[in-house]
């Protein structure tokens, strides 16, 4: 597959009707992605197939690589091709009667999507990325204190700006003014976005 978008969708009922839904849901999710499938049995548009639901027009290059099905709410974790699988999700969500939510991240296209405004299911709202340590150890604390680790997510710019005066020593009253002191190069910030 060329870049890979990660794609997680949680599909969840707000009415008695769309409950209904939801289980018919987990059984067709169940039955498509039992634990333990191979890759190659794991296309999402296995799915569409066995439950005869129309894909013209539908982009369905992406893998179903993990599932977490809840009482009241199903999570598929796929590997996407390039971009989100947005309208085959709302093709899913729309044939069961269901809703959806999706928080996508493809970094070498710069596409970070989470469309759970409320944060119900999804609550990354920021992401920090440490890809390379200065050599003028001007942010020794920062890589230090991340422990190796190289990606970072944050629910709310508040949280985000307390980590990087706690773990950074760097102080900024926005993250416009943070993403101003930091060098690109070496520390990002990305913000996740509904562009739906």
Known sequence: M?????????????????????????????????????????????????NDIPTNGINLRSNVVDVCTEDSYIT???????????EAYLCLANHFGVCFELEAEEPGCGIYINTD??????????KAYLSERPEDSS?????????????????????????FRECGGITADSIETLRETLDCEYVSIHEFVNPY
């Open 2 to 50: 060329a870049n890979i978008c990660m794609d997680t969708v949680v599909f969840y009922a707000i009415s008695d009707r769309q409950e209904k839904g939801l289980d018919t849901l987990k059984q067709a999710v169940n039955d498509c992605y039992p634990a333990g499938t191979s890759v190659d049995d794991s296309g999402l548009c296995r799915i569409f197939e066995q």
């Open 139 to 163: 942010l020794d604390m920062l890589f230090d204190n991340a422990h190796g680790d190289t990606d970072f997510y944050f629910s709310s710019d508040k949280e985000l700006l307390q980590w």
């Open 76 to 86: 598929l974790y796929c590997d996407s091709a390039w971009n989100p699988m947005y």
């Open 117 to 126: 405004i409320n944060g119900a299911y999804r609550t990354n709202q920021y």
